[in-house]
Structures are given as structure tokens and as C-alpha cells.
């Protein structure tokens, strides 16, 4: 157990819909990260956030926003869906921006 | 463009060594980390660092622009999907670009 809790486990949904994926990050961890699995892709990086701020950016597409809040639970928003969004959504936390992350057992979405 | 490239499958039979190899185009890159995959369990940290290194059963070779793991006696259990990472800093911050992932088959 890396003690990431991301929830919910599996979501189907249909196209054009909006979808908020959560993430609970190791006790005392201050950076969350998203990444996106898609079929046969690897880690693909989303987006991080250090105690609260937005730290970096990677592919993430407009549809899509994130946020940490002051507990340090982020949530990642998926709008207007389409079904090249169907993939398996892995958060991560680490102590600090540059350590070592742990991954929660991620949140896979099917759009239909 | 900052990439990392490492073999969609690798076969093997139990018993042998593996070794799975990574390479990357990834600019100041200074730290690989290799994950482990098991499908439906969160990716976990097997090995990483800046020169080579080993835990357990799991030893990790290290050059400027690859790293190899290698699994020792490989076991049925060991079948998942293997990720190769590079840590780099860009802007200011630390970043780890992953590999597709290598998908290890063993056979009894």
C-alpha cells in the first residue's frame, strides 16, 4: 500500500460529460501529480501541485483542470469528454517537488 | 523533445537474468528510476539513482543516456510491465519523463 487513495476506482461515462477524479496523497506529502495511461502509452505527465500551487504543467489538455486544495487532496477535472479520454488516470505524491513519487492504483474512465 | 525509449515486450524463461534496457533524448536528465507495474496495483519504485545500483533481486545499471535493470533470477511473479523514468530539471523544477513501458513475459 503506497497510501495514495485515489477514488474512484473505475468510471464509465458518456461523451460530452464532466467527470472529477480525487486523490488522497501520503500523509505528509506537499506534491501531488497526475499522469494519464492510455492504451499502449506510457506515463504521460499532466500536471503537479506543491502545497497548493500549481507547479508544473505537462500535457494536459484545456477540457482538463486540476487543483490541490489547503488538506492537500487535489481533484482532476475532465470536461466535455471525448473517447480518446478513456484511460487509466495514476496520481502521485512526493515529500518534496523533487522526491521520490509514490502512485495511487489509479482511477480508470471509459467514455462511451 | 524530451523522450524515453525502452522495448514494448521482453521474454524470458524462469530462472534466467533479464535485462531490460532504456534510453533517453531527455535534456538534463541526471536520475533514472524504474517502476513496477502490476495492472491494477499502483506502479511502484524498484531502483533509482545516478549511478549503479542494486535492491534485491533488482540491479540497475547507469550511463549518461541509458540505464539497463536487471532482474536476477527471474520468476512467473515478475510478468508486469516495467517503467524506465528520467529526472531532469527544466524551469526551475524537477520533472520525471516516463517510458511506454516494457511488458516482461516469462515462461515456466
Known amino acids: 500500500d503506497s497510501g495514495v487513495t485515489q477514488t474512484p476506482k473505475h468510471l464509465i461515462t458518456a461523451t460530452g460529460q464532466r467527470v472529477t477524479l480525487r486523490c488522497s496523497p501520503r500523509?505528509?506529502?506537499?506534491?501531488v501529480y497526475w499522469y494519464q495511461q492510455s492504451l499502449d502509452q506510457g506515463l504521460q505527465f499532466l500536471i503537479q501541485?506543491?502545497?497548493?500551487?500549481?507547479?508544473a504543467k505537462g500535457n494536459i489538455l484545456e477540457r482538463f483542470s486540476a487543483q490541490q486544495f489547503p488538506d492537500l487532496h487535489s481533484e482532476l477535472n475532465l470536461s466535455s469528454l471525448e473517447l480518446g479520454d478513456s484511460a487509466l488516470y495514476f496520481c502521485?505524491?512526493?515529500?518534496?517537488?523533487?522526491?521520490?513519487?509514490?502512485f495511487g492504483e489509479g482511477s480508470r474512465l471509459t467514455v462511451l | 523533445k524530451d523522450q524515453v525509449f525502452q522495448p514494448s515486450t521482453v521474454a524470458s524463461s524462469e530462472g534466467a537474468v533479464v535485462e531490460i534496457f532504456c534510453n533517453h533524448s531527455?535534456?538534463?536528465?541526471?536520475?533514472f528510476f524504474w517502476y513496477l507495474h502490476f495492472p491494477g496495483c499502483a506502479p511502484r519504485l524498484l531502483v533509482k539513482?545516478?549511478?549503479?545500483?542494486q535492491q534485491g533481486r533488482y540491479n540497475m545499471t547507469y550511463e549518461r543516456f541509458s540505464s539497463s535493470l536487471l532482474i536476477l533470477q527471474v520468476r512467473e511473479a515478475d510478468a508486469a510491465v516495467y517503467y524506465c523514468?528520467?529526472?531532469?530539471?527544466?524551469?526551475?523544477?524537477?520533472?520525471?519523463?516516463f517510458g511506454t513501458g516494457t511488458r516482461l513475459l516469462v515462461s515456466p
Open positions: 502521485a505524491s512526493s515529500e518534496d517537488p523533487a522526491g521520490e513519487l509514490f
Open positions: 500523509s505528509g506529502d506537499l506534491s
Open positions: 501541485y506543491y502545497n497548493g500551487e500549481e507547479r
Open positions: 531527455v535534456s538534463n536528465a541526471y536520475n
Open positions: 539513482g545516478s549511478k549503479p545500483s
Open positions: 523514468a528520467v529526472e531532469c530539471e527544466n524551469t526551475g523544477f524537477q520533472k520525471l519523463v
